[in-house]
């Protein structure tokens, strides 16, 4: 069921938008500096952190750090598109898709010594839910107030467990525990569900559902700078919520020990500030500015899988599981056309935009899934094709120009002031003018843009999904299915929200919700592979969602690093790092 976390925001998720050897020979003096650390760690630039614990975390520096920190029950492989084992050895999905058991491994154990259980998750996962005690928050609304009426606050990130039985309950401070998850022993955890969702078991590799032990619960203030994780790297010291995180392998980490003693994670969001860093030796692993990608692709080399950094190949390169697009309101005219939505589609030069526009830090969108989610198994939208030619005859189609008369259509698109959405839209605009069609650009605040949404004063806007689920069904249900309890609301950027366009509803929607409601009910990955993509095919006929890129983050690794893997949510793996 799609609730009210959606969001039109800015190019936000584009934020720039068995190892090797051939290591280096390591001296055993330190780094000298301000980031003065032994030579056998990782150097690790991240962007600034909001929080590095597992409840709080806002931001992918966040999600950076607590990957490290924390292991979750499974782990999402890009690569092979499958889960794999972490703290759960084992998962069985039941056969109604309402309900998850999970085998847990033992001998894991917190950076303290204590044993991690199913209890562990349980106490993390309540804790996520539960409203902790608050100022007023902007903009609440009554799942944001307790019985007694006071307001509470709550992790943007709790909507990862809605479905969980006993969540509506816990969310809004009338209960005490989350009912839908079980812990029958200290290695079983069984979750409940309140409707089918064969897919709902991926949503535990997201970080913010790590275990934590007692003391998260005992003292919140000192854990949320010093957490205690089970993950392969423990806090060095305190976070002082200011430029860096210190963090030593964990020797007793319950699937081996880090390859490297450990990693100096430096945060900076000026990517052209860290960039100098790196080349003044002070960072080992960079994200790379744009209008420096060429050089450095030169001067380092590509890495051979696109993810994985080595000597002489060590630049990453990796699509993002994120989507910006076009939404069209298609309940107003002239936009209720579908044959209108096609044509300005493919009057849309994607590859300019990503190339030009966006100096390469995005990919042209070929469909709503991204690379690295579709894996190649997801037919391209015909829509996605730049054809100017093709799409001034769509236009004439639908809006036929009496002779002599000039045919005269303005649309108003809709975008976050600030950032390079901007840059976006005035490229839609000169495309568009193209066919005819010309583009008035308002720039908004997000406030004044979840007012405009929430009154259905709009007719296109610039919008940006990153789903919590790195699977072609939960990339495209909330943007496609039809109509449910009420239309959604526009809030500000987080992840896992989206605007839901086509909730706005049209003839031919029920069908597609139809399949979704299926797919989400069928335990067998084919047949459920089969049901989204006859819903993408439905889709690609009413075009309420215009695709338009998918971002791409890149990062370099200097002759200090001999390998070292980032996935496409940008998370490293620096416990197999090799130097």
């Known amino acids: 069921m799609i609730d009210r976390r959606t969001f039109l925001s800015g190019f936000a998720a584009a934020g720039t938008l068995a190892g090797l050897s051939g290591c280096m020979t390591q001296p055993t003096e330190a780094h000298k500096g301000a980031n003065a650390v032994p030579v056998s760690w990782v150097r690790y630039r991240i962007g600034k952190a909001g929080a590095i614990d597992p409840m709080l975390i806002d931001n992918e520096a966040g999600r950076v750090v607590v990957s490290q920190l924390f292991d979750p029950l ?17 998962y069985q999905v039941a056969e109604d ?136 790297f423990k806090m060095k010291r305190a976070w002082d919520g200011k430029e860096e995180v210190r963090l030593t392998a964990y020797a007793d980490y319950a699937f081996g020990k880090a390859s490297v003693e450990g990693a100096l994670l430096t945060m900076e969001d000026d990517t052209q500030v860290a960039y100098r ?33 080595t000597l002489g190949a060590g630049v990453a390169r990796c699509d993002e599981p994120t989507l910006v697009y076009l939404m069209c309101n298609t309940q107003v005219a002239p936009l209720d056309n579908a044959a209108l939505r096609t044509a300005l589609s ?35 939208w015909s829509a996605c094709s730049y054809d100017p030619d093709y799409a001034a005859e769509l236009f004439e189609q639908a809006y036929p120009a009496e002779p002599d008369e000039k045919r005269d259509m303005s649309l108003t698109l809709l975008y976050r002031k600030g950032g390079v959405q901007e840059y976006v839209a005035e490229q839609i605009k000169e495309d ?10 308002q720039a908004l605040q997000a406030g004044e843009l979840v007012q405009r949404y929430d009154e259905g004063d709009f007719e296109c806007a610039l919008a940006t999904w990153v789903p919590t689920r790195p699977t072609p069904l939960a990339f495209v249900e909330p943007l496609l299915e039809g ?97």
């Open 277 to 309: 860093q790196f080349e003044a030796g002070n960072v080992d692993v960079c994200d790379v500015p744009v209008d420096q990608y060429k050089n450095v692709l030169d001067t380092f080399g590509a890495a051979e899988d696109g993810c994985t950094m």
């Open 97 to 232: 898709a309402r309900s998850v058991t999970f085998s847990l491994a033992e001998g894991v154990t917190f950076h303290n010594g204590d044993p991690v259980t199913s209890v562990s998750f349980k106490r993390a996962w309540e804790r996520l839910v539960r409203p902790q005690p608050g100022a007023e928050v902007e903009g609440s609304s009554d799942d944001a107030v307790g019985e007694d009426g006071a307001y509470a606050l709550h992790n943007p990130l709790t909507h990862l467990l809605e479905l969980v039985d006993g969540y509506e309950a816990l969310h809004r401070g009338r209960a005490s525990e989350l009912v839908g998850v079980r812990c029958p022993d200290d290695q079983t955890l069984v979750v409940e569900l309140t409707e089918p969702d064969a897919e709902w078991v991926y949503t535990v590799a997201h970080p913010a559902l790590s275990p934590v032990p007692k003391e998260a619960e005992d003292d919140p203030e000192t854990f949320a700078n010093n957490p205690i994780g089970n993950g392969p």
């Open 74 to 90: 499974l782990r999402f492989d890009f690569a092979s598109g499958e889960l794999t084992p972490c703290v759960a050895t084992s």
């Open 346 to 380: 493919y009057a849309i030069d994607r590859e300019a935009l990503a190339d030009k526009t966006l100096k390469g830090s995005a990919a042209p969108a070929t469909s709503p899934v991204p690379p690295c989610v579709a894996r190649g198994e997801i037919p391209a």
């Open 432 to 441: 568009l003018a193209i066919v005819g069609i010309t583009l008035k650009l």
């Open 483 to 579: 109509e449910r309890d009420s239309l959604p609301e526009i809030n500000d950027v987080e992840e896992g929200q989206s605007i839901a366009a086509s909730s706005l509803n049209e003839e031919g929607q029920p069908a597609v919700t139809s399949l979704f409601d299926q797919a989400r009910a069928t335990t067998d990955a084919s047949a459920r592979h089969d049901l989204c993509a006859q819903a993408l095919q439905l889709a690609s006929e009413r075009m309420a969602v215009i695709p338009l890129v998918h971002p791409v983050h890149t990062k370099v690794a200097s002759e200090r690093i001999g390998r070292l893997a980032v996935d496409a949510n940008a998370l490293p793996d620096l416990a197999h790092a090799q130097k």
